[in-house]
């Protein structure tokens, strides 16, 4: 039975002397907390289908390699972005230096290699298959995230923000979901149906962490970081499709202070009344879900269990 205290447990009990000293950021890495969505999502799918069988100790590897995995990927975003906190704390760039950022993150994704090996024989190589493809479609993700940062906003469409974001952090979700299934043996067709449901679930989170990085102030990053970076979300690319010309060229100015770009880009948001307008646009992303989610047998659960993170506020 999954618990997060029992996954954390484990967290803490992994090791690796090689890296001498640095350990220590790899373990403050992945002690940053968080809800550990994929693993528990990669234990719920196996669970389900392997029914009855399905044991700790054989599905542990997979849900260690998949935090592992998000880990490494969230060091690396936080050098890209050069951002100072997640979830509250300095991030490991900020702590360090980009150097040793860099390279804590390549050793968290070279544990999660360590970590599928220890699976059942037969998993290992279609479970890494499904992990390494999730991965690549992360890095993509992340590459047309920097380009349409770049970007004119008059060139960025709001199906390219979609569809950034859907590897972005769906790509990782629907591995989740599909590797946890396919470790059960589920159908292939059905491991098919689980990675698209789970790439539904990551597009709702990620508008949920875009929408919280313009206004929670609980999300424990600095409010309005994304206005920063250039970032084309889709509250950006409303606000620059209603603004007056000289709004628009202030978003675009790169030459403005950090600052003040924050303080014209969330004061552009209030006055079109992006906040309400947002959270009706988060609500018909988590009708999707449910129109994917059905489509599994594992739908109902699925289900519970997004509802359950509904109204976050970090």
């Given at each position: 039975?999954?618990?997060?205290?029992r996954?954390?447990?484990?967290?803490?009990?992994l090791?690796w002397p090689?890296m001498?000293?640095?350990?220590a950021?790899?373990?403050?890495?992945?002690?940053g907390g968080?809800?550990?969505?994929?693993?528990?999502?990669?234990?719920?799918s196996?669970?389900?289908?392997?029914?009855?069988?399905?044991?700790?100790?054989?599905?542990?590897?997979?849900?260690?390699?998949?935090?592992?995995?998000?880990?490494?990927?969230?060091?690396h975003d936080?050098?890209?972005?050069r951002?100072?906190?997640?979830?509250?704390?300095?991030?490991?760039?900020?702590?360090?230096?980009?150097n040793?950022?860099?390279?804590?993150?390549?050793?968290?994704?070279?544990?999660?290699?360590?970590?599928?090996?220890?699976?059942p024989?037969?998993?290992?190589?279609p479970?890494?298959?499904?992990?390494?493809?999730?991965?690549?479609r992360?890095?993509?993700?992340?590459?047309?995230d920097?380009e349409?940062?770049?970007?004119?906003?008059?060139q960025?469409?709001?199906?390219?923000?979609?569809?950034?974001?859907?590897?972005?952090?769906g790509a990782?979700?629907?591995?989740?979901?599909e590797?946890?299934?396919?470790?059960?043996?589920?159908?292939?067709?059905?491991?098919i149906?689980?990675?698209?449901?789970?790439?539904?679930?990551?597009r709702?989170?990620?508008?949920?962490?875009?929408?919280?990085?313009a206004f929670?102030?609980?999300?424990g990053k600095?409010r309005?970081?994304?206005?920063?970076?250039?970032?084309?979300?889709?509250l950006?690319?409303?606000?620059?499709e209603?603004?007056?010309?000289?709004?628009?060229?202030?978003?675009?100015?790169?030459?403005?202070?950090?600052?003040?770009r924050?303080?014209?880009?969330?004061?552009?948001y209030?006055?079109l009344?992006?906040?309400?307008k947002?959270?009706?646009?988060?609500?018909?992303a988590?009708?999707?879900?449910r129109?994917?989610a059905?489509r599994?047998?594992f739908?109902?659960l699925?289900?519970q269990?997004?509802?359950?993170?509904?109204?976050?506020?970090?």
């Amino acid at each position: 039975m999954w618990t997060l205290e029992r996954f954390e447990s484990e967290l803490r009990c992994l090791s690796w002397p090689e890296m001498g000293s640095w350990e220590a950021w790899m373990r403050y890495a992945l002690d940053g907390g968080g809800k550990r969505l994929r693993p528990r999502l990669a234990w719920e799918s196996y669970a389900f289908y392997k029914r009855e069988a399905a044991k700790w100790e054989e599905g542990l590897p997979l849900l260690l390699a998949l935090e592992l995995l998000h880990t490494f990927t969230l060091v690396h975003d936080d050098v890209m972005d050069r951002s100072a906190l997640r979830r509250g704390r300095p991030t490991v760039y900020r702590e360090t230096d980009e150097n040793i950022a860099i390279l804590v993150g390549d050793a968290l994704l070279i544990a999660v290699y360590q970590q599928l090996a220890k699976l059942p024989p037969e998993s290992i190589l279609p479970l890494q298959t499904i992990l390494s493809q999730g991965a690549l479609r992360v890095c993509h993700g992340q590459l047309r995230d920097l380009e349409l940062s770049k970007a004119p906003t008059s060139q960025v469409t709001l199906q390219d923000y979609l569809e950034m974001i859907t590897e972005k952090t769906g790509a990782l979700m629907g591995s989740a979901l599909e590797a946890g299934a396919a470790l059960a043996g589920a159908p292939p067709d059905e491991q098919i149906r689980l990675r698209y449901a789970g790439e539904a679930i990551g597009r709702y989170f990620q508008l949920q962490d875009d929408y919280l990085d313009a206004f929670s102030e609980e999300s424990g990053k600095i409010r309005g970081g994304d206005l920063v970076e250039g970032k084309k979300t889709f509250l950006w690319l409303w606000a620059y499709e209603s603004a007056s010309p000289s709004e628009r060229t202030m978003l675009e100015d790169r030459s403005l202070p950090p600052d003040k770009r924050r303080e014209v880009g969330l004061s552009l948001y209030e006055r079109l009344g992006l906040r309400e307008k947002g959270a009706g646009y988060i609500e018909s992303a988590l009708i999707q879900v449910r129109e994917v989610a059905v489509r599994t047998a594992f739908g109902p659960l699925l289900l519970q269990m997004v509802e359950s993170l509904r109204g976050r506020k970090k």
